[in-house]
């Protein structure tokens, strides 16, 4: 039996901080840690202040409506049978304003009362049930991590006693800057393993809504994530509404991920017991590809439309290299003529605009025992000069005693989680920063700080600037200055 205990955070991801009584998480998991404590986590996402879930209702109200060819409020059999497949819909993460191919559901199984007609709360509880309507999560597993942390610690390890000591910690900036091999002052995985490929995966993995644990993916269920609602198999198993029992009491993390118009990327760290995890806001690519799509669509209309009548007829799409129009013609001909009308083709785009909006992708990357993603705190893949300088601090975070006996075993397990609409625009973090103009040109590396080497005035001007005697000028001693 695990002894829990509670403790409540508040915190910020992208946007403001919520209270630990506001609405149902989107992501909701525990987080385990090598000794059985178990942290929970959860996150509401918002996209402009609003609730992802009220996102996915207007896009859900949205469907239905198009498909009510009769406006009464109930889909037939036969309007129920044009509905996109849950998998379709999934797929406008990846591929927004694509057509739909044939649902393949039988309508029935959407009556939920057998009343021979579909309501839009069956329609969205059928979607729903099927992992549609919410946060998708995939994960991957980083090939080299392992490889990595064994390479850093043969690197450091002069002795040759599989041990890192104190003063070979202290003496990691030195060790790791001769890997510098571009001269460029920072250190990438590619300097310490040469070929390797950082971080060798994309999440290719979803965790199915659908199904239990024991039927994921071997990458998911190794993670040291029990992601909620489904059974939980930690060392006995328990449903998750048994966690609001008095007698199963866990840590409780609130944080709220917002993507609004002026999004800003905020990276947060949760360390459990010998697991961290360093969640990532990113703004991803839905938005672009959405415009991008949806001017693509418009414009092969227009290229088509030979006759200038906003109206594509059989004769304009009957080319063999027009399959994707004729498609596009029997997803998008909502009266069924057909013919497809500029109108219908901007209804189209408006529809799937909607059900776009709401898609957020969860990608969750394991690096197991990964000593450089300790090294690496600002999550870009790369060691800056202050991250090397740092190396013995941080190690120190994570193993403070005994003394002299730092291990590849001592390394905590590393967990990235990137929040994105639509793909993450980067897996790696970006470095951004405030800072005046001539800051941006003189940092060449864009690592966030300047170095002497970088800096083009003179050695007392520097020292003026350098307020701290790290030898690094950061951005906040030139706002300070």
């Not at 309007?79 to 999934?90: G, I, K, Q, T, V």
């Not at 070979?168 to 890997?179: F, G, I, R, Y």
């Not at 995966?201 to 199904?211: D, E, F, I, P, Q």
């Not at 190396?391 to 905590?412: C, G, L, M, W």
Request: hydrophobic share 40%; with cysteine; net charge negative.
């Amino acid at each position: 039996m695990f002894r829990y205990s509670i403790f409540l955070a508040i915190a910020t991801i992208g946007g403001d901080a919520v209270s630990s009584d506001s609405r149902a998480a989107d992501v909701d998991f525990l987080l385990v840690g090598d000794r059985g404590t178990i942290e929970r986590i959860a996150i509401p996402v918002e996209i402009n202040g609003k609730p992802l879930s009220t996102i996915w209702d207007d896009a859900f109200a949205e469907l239905f409506a198009y498909y009510d060819n009769d406006q009464n409020g109930e889909l037939t059999f036969k309007e129920a049978m044009r509905l996109p497949s849950p998998f379709n819909l999934r797929q406008t993460l990846w591929n927004p304003i694509s057509q739909f191919g044939h649902g393949y559901h039988s309508p029935m199984d959407l009556d939920t009362n057998s009343d021979g007609s579909i309501t839009q709360i069956e329609m969205t509880d059928w979607y729903r049930k099927r992992g549609v309507g919410g946060v998708t999560i995939s994960a991957g597993l980083a090939p080299s991590s392992t490889a990595l942390t064994s390479a850093i610690l043969k690197i450091l390890d002069h002795d040759n006693n599989r041990r890192i000591s104190t003063t070979e910690w202290k003496n990691a900036p030195t060790v790791l800057s001769a890997l510098d091999v571009n001269a460029d002052e920072t250190i990438t995985p590619e300097e310490i393993l040469p070929r390797l490929n950082y971080p060798g995966t994309s999440g290719a993995y979803r965790w199915l809504v659908t199904k239990s644990r024991a039927d994921q993916h071997t990458v998911i269920r190794e993670l040291p994530l029990r992601f909620l609602p489904q059974s939980m198999d930690v060392d006995h198993s328990f449903q998750a509404d048994q966690l609001e029992k008095d007698e199963v009491q866990v840590h409780a993390q609130t944080m709220k991920v917002n993507f609004s118009k002026s999004f800003t990327s905020t990276t947060m760290r949760i360390d459990a017991d010998r697991v961290r995890v360093l969640l990532r806001s990113d703004e991803g690519k839905l938005g672009e590809h959405l415009e991008a799509a949806a001017q693509k669509l418009r414009t092969r209309f227009q290229s088509a439309d030979a006759n200038h009548d906003s109206c594509l007829n059989a004769a304009e799409t009957e080319r063999k290299n027009q399959a994707d129009l004729r498609a596009l013609v029997a997803a998008a001909d909502h009266n069924r003529d057909g013919q497809l009308t500029i109108e219908e083709l901007d209804r189209w785009i408006v529809l799937q605009e909607k059900l776009a909006a709401g898609q957020v992708l969860v990608t969750v990357l394991d690096f197991r025992r990964g000593l450089f993603e300790i090294l690496d705190t600002n999550a870009d893949g790369r060691l800056s000069l202050r991250e090397i300088a740092s190396s013995a601090k941080n190690v120190q975070e994570i193993h403070r005693y005994p003394p002299d006996t730092f291990a590849h075993a001592d390394v905590p397990r590393q967990i990235r989680m990137i929040f994105s609409r639509g793909r993450p625009q980067k897996l790696l973090a970006a470095v951004k920063y405030d800072a005046p103009e001539w800051f941006l040109a003189m940092d060449r590396n864009r690592d966030g700080d300047i170095s002497s080497r970088e800096f083009i005035g003179d050695e007392p001007a520097f020292q003026r600037l350098d307020r701290n005697g790290d030898l690094l000028i950061s951005p906040d001693e030139i706002n300070k200055h």
